[in-house]
């Protein structure tokens, strides 16, 4: 048999206090990180300062796969690999290999008006902001085609050339 212990029904139990206390304590954390992550994307880009594929799409918009993501019809950002079997002469020099989604996205960036934030890959999640370029021009000659194939050693299909865009 247990025993009923009247309550008073605006007492609480010690348990309640601490479990009120224990999420109040969690909201806090929670909050402070929401709060954080917000800030740095807020204040993103930062010159020489990296960011993850996920922290540049939230900023930015787009995927966290494509070289130069897409969101509204347009090119949003630039992330490119500066490898020398990909693009050596990045951020000036984009060159789009093959296939549907690169070559559109390639074509968007080319048509498209305006600065787009570039990123380049110093590690693995580790993409380094190191301005905004636009489209200064494009060439699809065989001459440049060539000299990038063999430069990198991989199907090319067009070179975007890019100037660094100063913001206001």
């Known amino acids: 048999m247990h025993a009923t212990v009247a309550r008073d029904p605006g007492s609480i139990c010690p348990d309640t206090l601490f479990f009120k206390w224990l999420l109040q304590a969690a909201d806090s954390r929670v909050g402070a990180q929401h709060e954080e992550h917000a800030t740095r994307h807020t204040n993103m880009p930062i010159r020489g300062q990296q960011y993850t594929r996920e922290e540049i799409a939230a900023a930015h918009g787009g995927s ?99 100037r660094e865009a100063h913001r206001p």
């Open 64 to 162: 966290i796969i494509e070289y130069l993501p897409r969101a509204g019809g347009r090119v949003v950002c630039a992330c490119l690999r500066s490898d020398p079997d990909y693009n050596p002469e990045a951020p000036r020099v984009i060159l789009p290999g093959r296939g549907r989604d690169i070559e559109e996205s390639a074509a968007m960036l080319v048509d498209q008006h305006g600065p787009i934030p570039v990123y380049l890959k110093r590690a693995t999640n580790a993409w380094e902001y190191v301005g905004d370029y636009e489209v200064e021009s494009s060439s699809r000659l065989p001459a440049d085609i060539k000299r990038y194939e063999e430069q990198t050693g991989r199907a090319v299909t067009r070179a975007i050339f890019m």
